[in-house]
């Protein structure tokens, strides 16, 4: 059984950006997709990427980092999908920490803690900003079986909402979790996360 495995979720067509989002540049020059990718290596080596098929630029950005590319042939069923093949690609991993490469604040610190939060026996953990939860989100082992049936573009919302008792949410000072890119306008001139 391998540790903690990282899934940066990278199969989205980012059809309300305007154009290939994740190989956008961030105001301090670095590639959105990459950015979230490079944060969540540093904090699980053990990292892999879903993305598209004919998505070959990104996925050489993502082996480039050491990340192994799982490439998903059904993006269009959702980001359910996306997330079962990542978890079926690491069916001997202990637990998964979930994250989204529009999503390129994130601390690796925060990463961290929700794969060490795992490690410690979570079944369900998540970072929380001033009170609102965000991501990455970590899943343990007993999730394995759910994860992979997923379907649809929800992902495993369901599972945070149907387990509270389950879900160990963790206090952070990064206010990453919480900023995700879907516009341009949502790009912040700083090239860092406010806050």
């Known amino acids: 059984m391998t540790e903690i495995q990282g899934i940066l979720l990278a199969a989205g067509s980012g059809q309300r ?36 098929p004919d998505d070959v630029r990104l ?6 980092l050491g990340l192994r590319v799982v490439e998903n042939s059904q993006a269009e069923q959702g980001m359910g999908r996306s997330l079962a093949m990542g978890v079926g690609a690491s069916a001997d991993a202990k637990g998964w920490v979930v994250a989204l490469a529009d999503m390129p604040w994130i ?10 939060a795992l490690s410690q026996g979570a079944r369900l953990a998540a970072p929380v900003y001033q009170g609102r939860r965000g991501h990455p ?11 992979q049936a997923l379907q649809g573009d929800h992902g ?10 389950e879900l160990v949410l963790l206090s952070t000072d990064d206010p990453g979790i919480l900023l995700d890119i879907d516009h341009q306008d949502d790009l912040n001139p700083g090239g860092e996360a406010p806050g």
């Not at 996925?59 to 480039?64: I, L, N, V």
């Not at 989100?137 to 994860?147: H, S, Y």
Request: proline share 7%.
């Open 107 to 116: 601390k690796p610190e925060t990463i961290g803690a929700v794969a060490q």
């Open 156 to 165: 495993a919302r369901h599972l945070l909402q149907a387990y509270p008792d």
């Open 17 to 52: 950006f305007g154009r290939h989002k994740l190989l956008h540049p961030l105001p301090n020059g670095e590639l959105m997709g990459v950015a979230a990718a490079y944060h969540l290596v540093a904090a699980l080596p053990n990292t892999l990427a879903i993305v598209r």
């Open 137 to 147: 989100v970590g899943f343990g082992r007993q999730w394995g079986d759910r994860l």
């Open 59 to 64: 996925a050489e950005r993502f082996e480039a």
